[in-house]
């Protein structure tokens, strides 16, 4: 079964819990009805070790860094069906999304882009949630995106597990300092108005 993985580079993060309610009313037409698992990888700045968030859920964003805290955010994964049920089954996901700070809290103030960020649905899944380009391009918006594509591509393709499949889909090849447009030209990323519908 194919996937369609979208991927969006963007400056300004959108981790940011002023900056995420946009973004979560687009997720939620593929995350919003299923069963899901969210989990958030964050560390206190004072060396005070990891964030303990506790259980997340969607709709529930309290993974959303504030923007005064001494927080350093890495990343966010949702899947559905939830990992367990994955683990279980043995089966591929529905959907995956994963948001990261590539410089992972460092200051690169010369970096052309920070944010990247993942969207992996299964063919039929992306049809059964009647999504278009018109949804990619809002999803590219809310995120600030700057440079942004999709392709079409097997969820398993250069892996032999979950993590590493996950990878397929939003391993990129970018310098801080180049600009993000690069990869989309280099790494044969199509627009994402002819994203399917």
């Not at 963007?10 to 899901?36: C, I, M, N, Q, Y």
């Amino acid at each position: 079964m194919n996937y369609l993985s979208l991927i969006f580079i963007s400056v300004e993060p959108t981790w940011w819990a002023d900056a995420w309610p946009p973004v979560e009313p687009l997720l939620s037409r593929v995350f919003g009805t299923k069963s899901v698992s969210v989990r958030s990888q964050q560390v206190h700045r004072n060396g005070g070790g990891s964030v303990r968030l506790g259980r997340l859920q969607w709709g529930n964003p309290k993974w959303a860094v504030p923007r005064d805290a001494e927080i350093d955010f890495y990343d966010l994964d949702v899947w559905t069906p939830s990992l367990a049920e994955l683990k279980r089954s043995g089966e591929e996901p529905l959907a995956y999304f994963q948001l990261v700070d590539s410089f992972c809290g460092l200051d690169l103030p010369d970096a052309a882009w920070r944010q990247v960020a993942t969207l992996a649905l299964r063919e039929d899944y992306w049809e059964e949630c009647g999504l278009n380009s018109e949804f990619a391009e809002a999803l590219a918006s809310s995120l600030g995106a700057v440079a942004s594509g999709w392709k079409r591509r097997p969820w398993n393709e250069g892996g032999d597990s979950l993590q590493s499949t996950i990878q397929n889909h939003v391993v990129i090849e970018l310098e801080q300092e180049e600009q993000p447009t690069a990869l989309m030209s280099r790494g044969g990323w199509t627009e994402l108005a002819r994203v399917p519908s």
